[in-house]
């Protein structure tokens, strides 16, 4: 049984830091892609940052570039989310993913495993 527990989110005001990790089991997560993906309320969920199965790929939506960092560990079966310089508009439930395929997909159908959130509040 595949299983993805997320840790680490909270309150923080703008401008702070946070990391969240992704401890999953139950398949070989080094053969596939894993992501972080988040929903805001009354708003559709969203990829935020995914990475292939070896961590030579990573992709990021615009509006978290160059302040969040993904990461992950294969022999601690491990996803992590750095979080720097967060913003108000940061606040939402973080889901971590696992896809069906070992490249970097942007896109949720590709992923069918999830996590059940963490919420993340950014104070302003």
């Known amino acids: 049984q595949v299983q993805l527990v997320e840790s680490g989110g909270g309150l923080v005001q703008a401008g702070g830091s946070l990391r969240l990790s992704c401890a999953a089991s139950?398949?070989?997560?080094?053969?596939?892609?894993m992501g972080w993906f988040r929903q805001a309320p009354g708003k559709e969920r969203e990829f935020v940052a995914v990475?292939?199965?070896?961590?030579?790929?990573?992709y990021y939506s615009s509006s978290v570039k160059g302040r969040f960092t993904i990461s992950r560990d294969n022999a601690k079966n491990t996803l992590y989310l750095q979080m720097n310089s967060l913003k108000f508009e940061d606040t939402a439930v973080y889901y971590c993913?696992?896809?069906?395929?070992?490249?970097?997909?942007?896109?949720?159908?590709?992923?069918?495993?999830w996590g059940q959130g963490t919420q993340v509040t950014v104070s302003s």
């Open positions: 993913a696992t896809a069906e395929v070992g490249y970097a997909s942007i896109w949720l159908r590709d992923y069918k495993y």
């Open positions: 139950g398949r070989t997560f080094s053969s596939y892609a």
């Open positions: 990475m292939s199965w070896s961590g030579g790929s990573t």
